[in-house]
């Protein structure tokens, strides 16, 4: 037998790790992609790599001249802070929720439901107004208008000489009768007299904008000095498709007038927010005013005129 002597090689390699130098400009900057850190900083808001900012990064007080949106801000050294190019809005509220004002001096809420243009203690309107604090109370600083306000004035009857002609629309039975008044110059109207409760008819287009309650005045005189008189006021608003040759009005209102000390003075039969129920903007509403003769005076009163107020937004 054969004996072989075998030799083995044993290679050794020597592996020597490379340090790649990084300039100064970098020291304080991760590498994007590594593991671990270079020098300096760990991280920006926690966060590595190619950093992009993220809303929540900063606080309003870490930015020199910032302002924090949800806390009071006070503007100091006489700067002017310029705001025509945006809108500043109160918050919306009622009376009955008004904070107290002795703790919020200056501060303003728009009330909703203002009881009149400078109602901010008694509300159960529907008017806006601007209330601000002078520390003790709160005080009307103005009223919010949401539209144009609409004024129709109804003429009942016109003369030609001494020939009256109704405007208004009158029944088959319990008229008032057309007549003319005046010296220096004339103008017509209708006469409601005692012996039943007359009634005559106007109407006009509710418009495509209208938003608000609607007020009567109605314009009367009477030939007869300090008369307890009594008006009626019923609406009926009809609607396209809708039955215009019998519509149900609704249930009338009524208004109690003293007349003035002297006969024949101007004096008015005042009704804010007539009723409006089955109204809607584009309705044909009818008026039918009338004379309640459970009152007290026996005596003819004239209509010469009914205003109607009320709000519409601009079209």
Same mark, same amino acid.
């Given at each position: ?38 020098? #300096?900083?760990? !991280? ?5 790599? &190619? ?14 001249? =910032? ?15 310029? +705001? ?12 009955? @929720? ?23 203690? @008694? ?8 209330? $601000? !604090?002078?520390?003790?109370?709160? $005080?009307?600083? #103005? ?20 020939? =009256?002609?109704?405007?208004? &629309? ?11 008044? #005046? ?15 007359? %009634?005559? %008819? ?5 418009? &495509? ?11 009367? +005189? $009477? ?49 804010? !927010?007539?009723?409006? %129920?089955?109204?809607?903007? #584009?309705?044909?509403?009818? +008026? ?5 003769? @459970?009152?007290? @005076?026996? %005596?003819?009163?004239?209509? &010469? ?11």
């Amino acid at each position: 037998m054969r004996l072989y002597k075998i030799s083995l090689l044993i290679l050794v390699i020597s592996i020597t790790a490379i340090f790649i130098p990084i300039p100064s400009s970098y020291a304080q900057h991760p590498i994007q992609g590594v593991g671990g850190v270079v020098s #300096g900083i760990s !991280s920006v808001f926690g966060r590595l790599g &190619a950093i992009v900012a993220t809303s929540g990064d900063y606080t309003a007080a870490q930015v020199t001249n =910032a302002v924090d949106k949800t806390a009071a801000n006070t503007y100091s050294g006489g700067g002017l802070q310029d +705001f025509s190019a945006m809108k500043v809005k109160p918050a919306d509220t009622v009376v009955g @929720s008004l904070p107290t004002a002795s703790s919020n001096t200056n501060v303003e809420y728009i009330v909703t439901d203002g009881a009149s243009t400078t109602d901010c203690a @008694s509300g159960s309107g529907s008017i806006r107004v601007i209330c $601000i !604090s002078n520390g003790t109370t709160w $005080i009307a600083n #103005g009223q919010i208008i949401t539209g144009v306000k609409r004024i129709e004035w109804k003429i009942p009857a016109v003369c030609n000489n001494a020939t =009256a002609s109704t405007l208004w &629309a009158l029944p088959t039975s319990t008229a008032p009768a057309p007549t003319c008044y #005046g010296t220096s110059y004339r103008f017509g109207t209708l006469d409601y007299d005692d012996a039943a409760s007359e %009634t005559a %008819t106007f109407s006009f287009m509710l418009p &495509a904008g209208w938003t608000s309650t609607i007020d009567i005045n109605i314009s009367a +005189f $009477i030939n007869a000095t300090t008369q307890s008189v009594k008006a009626t006021i019923a609406t009926k608003c009809v609607a396209t498709s809708a039955d215009i040759l019998n519509p149900t009005f609704n249930a009338a209102q009524t208004v109690t007038v003293t007349s003035p000390g002297t006969a024949n003075q101007r004096f008015l039969f005042t009704q804010t !927010s007539v009723t409006t %129920t089955g109204c809607a903007a #584009g309705n044909l509403m009818l +008026f039918k005013i009338g004379r309640d003769n @459970s009152d007290t @005076s026996t %005596t003819t009163y004239s209509i &010469a005129g009914a205003e109607i107020d009320y709000q519409s937004t601009y079209n």
